[in-house]
């Protein structure tokens, strides 16, 4: 089991920044491989970045390809979000999800656990 925690959205303009964190509570953290989703209003929830259990992996969604970092620290047993160049369009839910396997996928079918989720509002 992993219980997951979100924190540090908000609201920036545009070109904006802002760090994302989810604090997973559980053990042998670096055997789950992590993901950022997103659901922006009236749409599908969708994938951002993921990055397997040893960091040694990161996927993009090419939207955010370029302007947004994912990265673990797994003695810290956290993963992030930098978020740089912020748009409108980023405005979302932010949800951070969690598998049991240590390697990464884009889909959030396969991923087990999540958190409550985080406002980001990039405003224009």
């Known amino acids: 089991q992993v219980q997951l925690v979100e924190s540090g959205g908000g609201l920036v303009h545009t070109g904006g920044s802002l760090r994302l964190s989810c604090a997973a509570a559980?053990?042998?953290?670096?055997?789950?491989?992590m993901g950022w989703f997103r659901r922006a209003p009236g749409k599908e929830r969708e994938f951002a970045a993921a990055?397997?259990?040893?960091?040694?992996?990161?996927y993009y969604a090419d939207s955010v390809k370029g302007r947004f970092t994912i990265s673990r620290d797994n003695a810290k047993n956290t993963v992030y979000l930098q978020m740089n160049s912020l748009k409108p369009e980023d405005t979302a839910v932010y949800y951070c999800?969690?598998?049991?396997?240590?390697?990464?996928?884009?889909?959030?079918?396969?991923?087990?656990?999540w958190g409550q989720g985080t406002q980001v509002t990039v405003s224009s």
């Open positions: 999800a969690a598998r049991n396997y240590v390697t990464a996928t884009m889909s959030p079918l396969t991923y087990g656990y």
């Open positions: 559980g053990r042998t953290f670096s055997t789950y491989a």
């Open positions: 990055i397997s259990g040893t960091g040694g992996s990161t």
